[in-house]
């Protein structure tokens, strides 16, 4: 052998590589983005959720608010009315049921979620029904 061959190094022969292939890192970056779209959309329905359950809530407190009120009058006090109740108008119609209670039909106008659309439904109704006995 001679003193060349002793002195240098061996050639090294290239093996398989780690890493990714650029077909590899696209494919990944394709399922993100898809990810990502979808998580977009569903934050969209979330937030138009979130929105819906506000309106209802108000609109709870509202008829409580009514029904509170009317359980506090004296029974022969309990008569047709209206009142605006944060964003909702309100109405209620008492009608005699005979023996001793009232049947009171509480109807609110205001802002909702339309079913199926993602706008505010400006003019939404809802009806609430209840019982008031003489005591």
Known sequence: MSAFA?????RVQPGPRGGFTLIEV????????????GLAGASGQ????ITFADLESERAVAFQTVIDRLQSLPYD?????????GVFDV????????????IVRITTVGPGVAV???ANDPE???TFRFRILRR
């Open 46 to 49: 979330i937030i138009r959720q």
């Open 26 to 37: 696209i494919v990944a970056l394709m399922i993100l983005v898809i990810g990502i779209m």
């Open 77 to 85: 006090n309990v008569v047709d009315g209206t009142a605006t109740i």
């Open 6 to 10: 002793s002195t240098c190094p061996a």
């Open 116 to 118: 199926n659309s993602t």
């Open 124 to 126: 939404r109704s809802e």
């Open 91 to 102: 109405a209620w119609q008492v009608a005699n049921d005979g023996g001793g209670s009232k």
